[in-house]
């Protein structure tokens, strides 16, 4: 069945290709479909276009759907182009004349972008929660650890002290920066595009309010050609919030990835959580944070790509559209598995402390150096010249004391405030 059929015959390798992943996509809306058609029929109802009887028994035609796809029975078959088609059939086959009714005032363009709104707002709330629990591991692993000194790097070389403490924050409150692109992202698709129809609106006096009550959207898309133009905007908001957090995890990974190295031992997992080689006995390689690292790299592409689909595109519906969902649906069951494997790994995660002694560390106290010399009264410029000669010389002995006072230093972390933060930005 398809919407659009007017008794011609479409040959079969154009419906294939037309048609796409939309069934196996579908599914994924169904829920959201439902929920805006039984929205629909009540407004329907509200100005004339359906009797309260005739609303009555297309919300329970349309309750018992959601109930058989809670249930995993409701499947969209080959005979289907899409859910749409799938639910106004089923409708029809139960309820006659009345199940025609129900696209009354809309079209599958505007079908198709209030199932995408919905859906995108309820994942966004998934991603938002799992990068709170991770979010929440980093911090207690950052106060757990926060007298553990380790090196800081710059250009990778040895360069100033760090600490776990630190090291794990700062994750911590990377995270907040992506929470608040994914924010930005919900409000963006938290407006209302039902009742825009195929971008033009409809002469039936639609009730565009009421569905947005009832759907729970902040506000409508007034205006319905930007109705329309929200399909692609939408995705790349999503897709640009879910790039920042992909970019916070992949670099996270490739920490892990050099810290578990022998050149480096500072952090091991379990063995259960690594594996090994085919002729090396001794490996044990950190193959979950370098699925992590790649996948999220991958998920960094997809703004591009959404960008280069859609970037030509003039005002009006058009079927490249359809392709965001192949790239768009898989990304973010990418993205949500990466956040859960990485708070899971860090749950088992071992410190390891026993690497401060060896000398290729010493250096690390050179700053501090400088920064005791200034303090007795030193010129900054003559203070490192002073430690830079002694290092020279081969005369440098570093005071591995620490006294790092000011906000968000080694010896204050802020986690309690960075946690604060983190609340606001979540809310």
Request: glycine residues 6%.
């Given at each position: 069945m398809k919407l659009w059929d007017k008794g011609n015959t479409v040959a079969q390798n154009v419906e294939a290709f037309t048609v796409g992943k939309d069934r196996e996509l579908d599914i994924v809306l169904a829920k959201y479909d439902l929920l805006g058609s039984i929205a629909h029929a009540q407004m329907l109802s509200s100005i004339g276009l359906l009797n309260q009887e005739e609303c009555d028994?297309?919300?329970?035609?349309?309750?018992?759907?959601?109930?058989?796809?809670?249930?995993?029975?409701?499947?969209?078959?080959?005979?289907?182009?899409?859910?749409?088609?799938?639910?106004?059939?089923?409708?029809?086959?139960?309820?006659?004349?009345?199940?025609?009714k129900i696209h009354s005032g809309r079209s599958r363009n505007d079908q198709v972008l209030v199932c995408l709104h919905l859906f995108m707002k309820d994942e966004i709330q998934s991603i938002k929660k799992l990068i709170s629990s991770?979010?929440?591991?980093?911090?207690?692993?950052?106060?757990?650890?926060?007298?553990?000194?380790?090196?800081?790097?710059?250009?990778?070389?040895?360069?100033?002290?760090?600490?776990?403490?630190?090291?794990?924050?700062?994750?911590?409150?990377?995270?907040?920066?992506?929470?608040?692109l994914l924010n930005a992202a919900y409000k963006i698709c938290d407006q209302n595009p039902l009742g825009s129809a195929a971008g033009y609106g409809s002469s039936f006096p639609l009730n565009r309010q009421m569905t947005t009550d009832l759907l729970g959207f902040e506000t409508l898309k007034y205006n319905v050609v930007a109705g329309q133009m929200s399909r692609g905007k939408a995705e790349k908001s999503l897709a640009f919030a879910m790039a920042s957090v992909a970019g916070t995890l992949s670099r996270l990974a490739m920490d892990v990835c050099l810290y578990m190295s022998q050149n480096f031992g500072f952090l091991s997992f379990p063995d259960e959580l690594t594996t090994g080689s085919s002729i090396m006995p001794h490996k044990k390689n950190p193959d979950v944070f370098e699925l992590i690292r790649g996948r999220c790299n991958k998920i960094q592409s997809l703004p591009q790509e959404l960008v280069l689909i859609t970037n030509n595109l003039p005002s009006g519906y058009h079927r490249d559209l359809q392709l965001l969902k192949e790239s768009l649906f898989p990304t973010i069951e990418s993205l949500k598995s990466c956040l859960e494997m990485t708070e899971f790994m860090f749950e088992h995660v071992q410190v390891n402390t026993d690497f401060l002694n060896d000398e290729k560390y010493d250096y690390l106290y050179s700053v501090e150096a400088v920064n005791k010399e200034v303090m007795q009264g030193l010129p900054f410029?003559?203070?490192?010249?002073?430690?830079?000669?002694?290092?020279?010389?081969?005369?440098?002995?570093?005071?591995?004391?620490?006294?790092?006072?000011?906000?968000?230093?080694?010896?204050?972390?802020?986690?309690?405030?960075?946690?604060?933060?983190?609340?606001r930005a979540f809310e």
């Amino acid at each position: 069945m398809k919407l659009w059929d007017k008794g011609n015959t479409v040959a079969q390798n154009v419906e294939a290709f037309t048609v796409g992943k939309d069934r196996e996509l579908d599914i994924v809306l169904a829920k959201y479909d439902l929920l805006g058609s039984i929205a629909h029929a009540q407004m329907l109802s509200s100005i004339g276009l359906l009797n309260q009887e005739e609303c009555d028994k297309l919300t329970s035609a349309l309750d018992q759907m959601l109930q058989k796809l809670e249930e995993g029975s409701f499947v969209i078959g080959r005979e289907f182009e899409d859910i749409h088609s799938k639910i106004e059939f089923e409708l029809t086959q139960q309820l006659g004349e009345i199940g025609k009714k129900i696209h009354s005032g809309r079209s599958r363009n505007d079908q198709v972008l209030v199932c995408l709104h919905l859906f995108m707002k309820d994942e966004i709330q998934s991603i938002k929660k799992l990068i709170s629990s991770l979010f929440q591991r980093l911090i207690a692993l950052s106060e757990k650890h926060k007298e553990k000194v380790i090196p800081g790097y710059t250009h990778l070389q040895v360069a100033m002290p760090s600490s776990f403490g630190l090291w794990f924050g700062a994750y911590a409150e990377s995270l907040i920066d992506d929470i608040y692109l994914l924010n930005a992202a919900y409000k963006i698709c938290d407006q209302n595009p039902l009742g825009s129809a195929a971008g033009y609106g409809s002469s039936f006096p639609l009730n565009r309010q009421m569905t947005t009550d009832l759907l729970g959207f902040e506000t409508l898309k007034y205006n319905v050609v930007a109705g329309q133009m929200s399909r692609g905007k939408a995705e790349k908001s999503l897709a640009f919030a879910m790039a920042s957090v992909a970019g916070t995890l992949s670099r996270l990974a490739m920490d892990v990835c050099l810290y578990m190295s022998q050149n480096f031992g500072f952090l091991s997992f379990p063995d259960e959580l690594t594996t090994g080689s085919s002729i090396m006995p001794h490996k044990k390689n950190p193959d979950v944070f370098e699925l992590i690292r790649g996948r999220c790299n991958k998920i960094q592409s997809l703004p591009q790509e959404l960008v280069l689909i859609t970037n030509n595109l003039p005002s009006g519906y058009h079927r490249d559209l359809q392709l965001l969902k192949e790239s768009l649906f898989p990304t973010i069951e990418s993205l949500k598995s990466c956040l859960e494997m990485t708070e899971f790994m860090f749950e088992h995660v071992q410190v390891n402390t026993d690497f401060l002694n060896d000398e290729k560390y010493d250096y690390l106290y050179s700053v501090e150096a400088v920064n005791k010399e200034v303090m007795q009264g030193l010129p900054f410029r003559e203070a490192y010249q002073k430690v830079g000669k002694s290092i020279q010389q081969g005369e440098f002995t570093p005071d591995k004391s620490l006294d790092h006072s000011h906000e968000g230093s080694l010896g204050n972390l802020c986690n309690a405030q960075i946690e604060e933060k983190f609340k606001r930005a979540f809310e």
